[in-house]
Structure formats: structure tokens, C-alpha cells
């Protein structure tokens, strides 16, 4: 696609659900990623996914945050069992990836996720 | 490790002022640097960024940025402020962790354009 797409856009959910956060990266970017925005707080590097390569999870904060990225394209954040804590914005960035990370992302507009 | 710190979490300047937004790093190996915007309710934008090469790198909406190597900064700047640069903006760097890359983010700088 022209960009990349996040759904939904937002999200309102009861503590103690799963929730499932969906990234449609550029066609032919090889590289996505997850961040995190909290309310006055910078970007959150959450997960790092480059091609075939195993991804970079250091970033997730519990082991309640998975992701997975099928067939190199679309990607998922599942956060399951969400607490208060999880409230945030989650956006997903796509890249060509080499030249050393400087070929720059591109960001979704972001899911507003809400834990009621 | 590389960080970033970007000075001043909230600027307001006047319409038709000089924005000068702070953005100092910290890396271990030549960095990448950029800066990104965010609109309410949008997604991040990039503005610009330094790879190699030329040390004053200019980008969209006007704005520009210097790589100083000596001072470790990377300030955002544009010589008159309009109502529209209103937004927030993040400087990043990239970091290579263990063959990977990802950008490390400052905690952005608010900026308010004053009619």
C-alpha cells in the first residue's frame, strides 16, 4: 500500500482481555517495527522484525506482549491478559532496513489502545 | 550504548520567529540522526535526517539541522515560525544493538506557535 496502515485505530478494552494490534507495513519493506508512546514520554522500541532474520524482541516489556510478522508483510502485537499499565498509543514503523538504519521509518498512525 | 536528549519539553515562539528546537546525542559510532513530526492524532513524519556527507541537511516544511560532531548535537531549526509547525518533534539516532537497528527516540519537544 501507499503507507502503512494500523487497525484499529483505537481500542477500548476491560483489564484482563487479550487484545490484537495489526500492522500493514509498506509493499516491500523488509524491516517493521513496534513502538510504544505513553502520555508524555518518548517512543518505546518495542520489537524489531528485518526479513527472514529471528526478530529483535528485547524491547517487550513482559512476557504478556508477543508479535509475529507472516510472510514478511502484515504484523501483529498481541498483549494479552492487558493492564491499566498498557494504555498507550502503538505505533508500527516499516523500512527498506540496511544502510545501517539510516534509510529512515515510515510510522502508521497508530492504535490508541485503552484498558478500562 | 546511544541515547538522546532532546532539551525543553515544551517551546512556544511567536509566528514568524526563529524555531530552534535542542537535540544532543550520545553514540560510540558515527551516528544517524533524525527528526520526526507528529501532528495530533497522526503517526510520526520524518523531517530529515543525516546519514553522511553534508553537516547542514535541510527538509521538509522548511526546516533544517546541523550535525555537530564536536558539540554531540543535532538541533532543528527554521527561520520563521508558522501556525501549522505546531506539532510535536522527535529526535532519534539510530543504534546498532547486536547486528540490529532501531532508532532511539528522544521524549520530543512540544511546540507552540504563538499568534
Known amino acids: 500500500g501507499a503507507g502503512v496502515s494500523q487497525s484499529p485505530s483505537n481500542k477500548v478494552t476491560e483489564k484482563g482481555k487479550d487484545v490484537e494490534l495489526r500492522c500493514d507495513p509498506i509493499?516491500?519493506?523488509?524491516?517493521l517495527y513496534w513502538y510504544r508512546q505513553s502520555l508524555g514520554q518518548g517512543l518505546e522500541f518495542l520489537i524489531y522484525?528485518?526479513?527472514?532474520?529471528?526478530?529483535?524482541k528485547s524491547g517487550l516489556p513482559s512476557d504478556r506482549f508477543s508479535a509475529e510478522r507472516t510472510g514478511g508483510s502484515v504484523s501483529t502485537l498481541t498483549i494479552q491478559r492487558t493492564q491499566q499499565e498498557d494504555s498507550a498509543v502503538y505505533l508500527c514503523?516499516?523500512?527498506?532496513?540496511?544502510?545501517?538504519?539510516?534509510?529512515?521509518?515510515?510510522f502508521g498512525s497508530g492504535t490508541r489502545l485503552t484498558v478500562v | 550504548a546511544q541515547s538522546v536528549t532532546q532539551l525543553g519539553s515544551h517551546v512556544s515562539v511567536s509566528e514568524g520567529a526563529l524555531v530552534l528546537l535542542r537535540c544532543n546525542y550520545s553514540?560510540?559510532?558515527?551516528?544517524?540522526l533524525f527528526w520526526y513530526v507528529q501532528y495530533p492524532n497522526q503517526g510520526l513524519q520524518l523531517l530529515l535526517k543525516?546519514?553522511?556527507?553534508?553537516?547542514l541537511v535541510k527538509g521538509i516544511n522548511g526546516f533544517e539541522a546541523e550535525f555537530k560532531k564536536s558539540e554531540t548535537s543535532f538541533h532543528l531549526t527554521k527561520p520563521s515560525a508558522h501556525m501549522s509547525d505546531a506539532a510535536e518533534y522527535f529526535c532519534?539516532?539510530?543504534?546498532?544493538?547486536?547486528?540490529?537497528?532501531?532508532?532511539?527516540f528522544g521524549t520530543g519537544t512540544r511546540l507552540k506557535v504563538l499568534a
Open positions: 553514540s560510540s559510532v558515527p551516528p544517524y
Open positions: 532519534a539516532v539510530s543504534a546498532a544493538t547486536s547486528g540490529t537497528y532501531k532508532y532511539i
Open positions: 522484525f528485518q526479513g527472514n532474520s529471528a526478530p529483535d
Open positions: 514503523a516499516s523500512s527498506f532496513g540496511g544502510l545501517q538504519g539510516g534509510n529512515g521509518y515510515t
Open positions: 543525516y546519514t553522511t556527507g553534508a553537516t
Open positions: 509493499s516491500g519493506h523488509t524491516a
